[in-house]
């Protein structure tokens, strides 16, 4: 490790604290209703949003409402974006002529779009032309981050509002979160990607021969529009199989520092939503205490195993740390730091591949995700799986030390752990289940690129991913039928089961009559509580994930000690 890797990263936390507080504040502003400097030119878009739709603003929805209208939604979505996949060979937009999914593939890349997961099974430069590229992954990465948010609105409102039955309107959140939240970030930084050099064009790929004599196909298209929501919306799926490690993708340091900053801004941001809704700005700065200290605790560890590199190769006197699968331009410091972002959001894209990370640099990735990508987490997902987290911890720490558990005045009953508990299981029993049929079917290893532990990892690592809706790859593993199936089940439950029960969460919240704090009540905007919190993290994700992250990077590392390899 190296000083100057430190004081990038600490540069990169410094900007996100930074933005942090101005863009909470804008966004509260919005869903509460207020008028911003954006409304003059978007309100009359709004407006006509919902004179189109039938919508009215003023009509409020329960959970059950808010969740049924979200899984309406999602439903028409999956039928649009796979009827474009099987039919993109007809379609605009095509110079490569490339040609239609077929059906299974396309099943699977509308689940894992539609659900914000964007986990590929293909290649972006030959699977997908154009217009597919735009008018179906670059639209679902938009409506799937704001349906994201929607939902991490509502549950804040459940958190906050007292006897109360709604939650507010599925409709108005998530064209608000695109109109005013999404769209102009993206346009914005959809121009600068541009200047620094991502294609935005509709060109057909150019074939240019190299100085030293070999052939070479440059994709163009564009780029530059989906690549900046893929990292602001934490979608993660890249317009080329390289992802984030292309140089038409990320260019430059420059360009790699700022998609960072898109991938974890709106889930900082929401932290201190949640604190102006609530109308204590102390409750949102302790969710964001609690996961700086979680992200900074991971890239230490990864940044500690790839610099330390293999030590098969370094005990030959190489230095520089493990640089296999990873970019020069970015080197060990800015990949273990990408890799750290990208898996403690559910974003997925990559600026180098973690298959090729060092067993312990790829189990922090790994264990990110399985402890449900709380550490500023997706586009809302991250919010709103914290706050479960916070309703089982309250619930803990009152009958460790014998105080009322109680959250904003809330008394926190056996209804509202179990709706948390139920948000939490979903991560291990997704998880752990599909991965031990996998290691026990024949379809389940028949695509593995590795043996033994490494092999293991891959299976475990697709289904960690697939669950948490990241997207990303121990790139090993195959597609087959088993697996098209497999992940597809996996992501939809994955999104679906765990916003349904954070809806209900909130449903149940808002209905309680909120008390004042007296001399019994157990704070949650201390120090104290944030230390609590990121031990009940930790110690639930221990316990659901730890023997088999030991059979996987564990086993690998400690093979790796003994001059083995896999």
């Known amino acids: 490790m190296t000083l100057t890797g430190w004081a990038q990263t600490l540069v990169f936390f410094l900007i996100v604290l930074a933005m942090t507080k101005p863009l909470g504040l804008y966004m509260a502003g919005i869903f509460e209703g207020e008028r911003t400097f954006l409304s003059p030119v978007l309100e009359p878009v709004e407006l006509l949003v919902y004179r189109l739709g039938g919508v009215r603003q003023d009509e409020e929805m329960t959970w059950a409402s808010y969740a049924l209208a979200l899984l309406a939604f999602s439903v028409v979505g999956f039928l649009y974006l796979y009827l474009v996949l099987r039919t993109q060979q007809w379609l605009p937009f095509n110079p490569q002529h490339v040609g239609n999914m077929s059906p299974e593939l396309a099943f699977n890349t509308a689940i894992s779009f539609l659900t914000n997961t964007n986990w590929q099974f293909y290649s972006g430069e030959t699977a997908m032309s154009y217009f597919a590229q735009?008018?179906?992954?670059?639209?679902?990465?938009?409506?799937?981050?704001?349906?994201?948010?929607?939902?991490?609105?509502?549950?804040?409102?459940?958190?906050?509002?007292?006897?109360?039955?709604?939650?507010?309107?599925?409709w108005v959140d998530l064209t608000r979160s695109c109109l005013y939240v999404l769209l102009p970030i993206a346009i914005v930084f959809g121009l600068f990607l541009v200047w620094q050099g991502v294609p935005q064009n509709f060109n057909d790929y150019r074939t240019v021969r190299s100085v030293s004599g070999f052939v070479q196909h440059i994709t163009g298209g564009p780029m530059a529009s989906q690549e900046v929501i893929k990292e602001l919306g934490t979608?993660?799926?890249?317009?080329?199989?390289?992802?984030?490690?292309?140089?038409?993708?990320?260019?430059?340091?420059?360009?790699?520092?700022?998609?960072?900053?898109?991938?974890?801004?709106?889930?900082?941001?929401?932290?201190?939503?949640?604190?102006?809704?609530?109308?204590?700005?102390?409750?949102?700065?302790?969710?964001?205490?609690?996961?700086?200290?979680?992200?900074?605790?991971?890239?230490?560890?990864?940044?500690?195993?790839?610099?330390?590199?293999?030590?098969?190769?370094?005990?030959?006197?190489?230095?520089?740390?493990?640089?296999?699968?990873?970019?020069?331009?970015?080197?060990v410091s800015a990949s273990a730091l990408?890799?750290?972002?990208?898996?403690?959001?559910?974003?997925?894209?990559?600026?180098?591949?973690?298959?090729?990370?060092?067993?312990?640099?790829?189990?922090?990735?790994?264990?990110?995700?399985?402890?449900?990508?709380?550490?500023?987490?997706?586009?809302?997902?991250?919010?709103?799986?914290?706050?479960?987290?916070?309703?089982?911890?309250?619930?803990?720490?009152?009958?460790?030390?014998?105080?009322?558990?109680?959250?904003?005045?809330?008394?926190i009953e056996r209804r509202e752990v179990q709706f948390a508990l139920l948000a939490i299981l979903v991560t291990p029993i997704l998880v752990l289940v599909p991965t031990a049929i996998a290691v026990l079917v024949p379809a389940g290893v028949a695509?593995?690129?590795?043996?033994?532990?490494?092999?293991?990892?891959?299976?475990?690592?697709?289904?960690?991913?697939?669950?948490?809706?990241?997207?990303?790859?121990?790139?090993?593993?195959?597609?087959?039928?088993?697996?098209?199936?497999?992940?597809?089940?996996?992501?939809?439950?994955?999104?679906?089961?765990?916003?349904?029960?954070?809806?209900?969460?909130?449903?149940?919240?808002?209905?309680?009559?909120?008390?004042?704090?007296g001399a019994g009540t157990f704070t949650t905007n201390s120090g104290v509580f944030v230390g609590l919190l990121i031990g009940v993290i930790l110690i639930v994700g221990a316990l659901t994930f730890l023997p088999a992250d030991v059979l996987g990077p564990v086993a690998e590392h400690l093979a790796l000690m003994n001059g083995r390899t896999f």
């Not at 704001?146 to 599925?170: D, E, H, M």
């Not at 960690?464 to 090993?476: D, E, K, V």
């Open 338 to 411: 990408f890799a750290t972002v990208t898996t403690d959001t559910s974003c997925g894209a990559v600026n180098a591949m973690h298959d090729s990370f060092m067993p312990l640099g790829g189990l922090v990735p790994l264990v990110n995700m399985q402890l449900g990508e709380v550490i500023f987490g997706g586009a809302g997902s991250g919010l709103y799986g914290m706050i479960a987290f916070v309703v089982l911890t309250v619930f803990i720490a009152g009958l460790m030390v014998g105080r009322t558990p109680e959250l904003l005045g809330k008394k």
């Open 134 to 170: 735009m008018a179906g992954l670059a639209w679902h990465n938009f409506v799937s981050a704001a349906a994201g948010i929607a939902v991490a609105i509502a549950v804040v409102r459940g958190v906050v509002r007292s006897s109360c039955k709604t939650l507010g309107n599925f």
């Open 235 to 331: 979608n993660g799926g890249g317009f080329v199989n390289a992802n984030s490690a292309s140089p038409n993708e990320n260019p430059t340091p420059l360009s790699d520092l700022v998609e960072m900053l898109l991938i974890f801004s709106i889930g900082s941001g929401l932290t201190y939503t949640y604190g102006r809704m609530a109308k204590d700005t102390r409750q949102g700065w302790a969710l964001f205490g609690a996961m700086a200290i979680l992200f900074f605790a991971g890239f230490a560890a990864t940044y500690a195993a790839e610099a330390a590199g293999n030590p098969l190769v370094h005990h030959i006197g190489v230095a520089g740390g493990n640089m296999e699968g990873k970019e020069c331009r970015f080197g």
């Open 447 to 517: 695509t593995l690129g590795n043996a033994g532990p490494h092999g293991f990892s891959e299976i475990l690592y697709a289904f960690s991913s697939t669950n948490a809706n990241n997207g990303s790859a121990f790139a090993g593993l195959g597609p087959n039928g088993f697996y098209y199936l497999m992940t597809a089940t996996n992501m939809f439950f994955g999104r679906f089961a765990v916003i349904i029960a954070v809806l209900a969460l909130a449903g149940a919240l808002a209905g309680k009559k909120a008390a004042p704090a």
